[in-house]
Nanobody, 125 residues
Framework: QVQLVQSGGGLVEAGGSATLSCAAS????????MGWFRQALGKEREFVAG????????YYADSVKDRFIMSRNNDKNTVYLAMFYLEPEDTAVYYC??????????????????WGQGTQVTVSS
């Protein structure tokens, strides 16, 4: 069983930046795809970004492309989401997720097996 523990986030002014971290424990996750999702109040959970185990493949939602950067440090068993030029529409609870079976990331939340506890990001206008 892998445990994902998130950190970062909080209150940020529009146009600002923030970085989320997601540390995995229990076993190495170097061969596993990982993703970031978010859920705004009253909305469904949506894909934000995904990275392959090798970091060779990274996908982004159109709404965050060119503003967010997902990366991973396999030595630290940790993935990151660096968010720039934040907008009020980015306000949501952000979740990291692990796909136990695949190296290539998916935009489908149902593909992911383990989830972090969630981190609130609030962008003020």
């Amino acid at each position: 069983q892998v445990q994902l523990v998130q950190s970062g986030g909080g209150l940020v002014e529009a146009g600002g930046s923030a970085t989320l971290s997601c540390a995995a424990s229990g076993r190495p996750v170097t061969r596993n795809a990982m993703g970031w999702f978010r859920q705004a109040l009253g909305k469904e959970r949506e894909f934000v970004a995904g990275v392959s185990g090798s970091s060779l493949t990274t996908y982004y939602a159109d709404s965050v492309k060119d503003r967010f950067i997902m990366s991973r440090n396999n030595d630290k068993n940790t993935v990151y989401l660096a968010m720039f030029y934040l907008e009020p529409e980015d306000t949501a609870v952000y979740y990291c997720a692990l796909d136990r079976d695949q190296n290539s990331p998916s935009r489908d939340a149902a593909r992911y097996d383990d989830w972090g506890q969630g981190t609130q990001v609030t962008v003020s206008s």
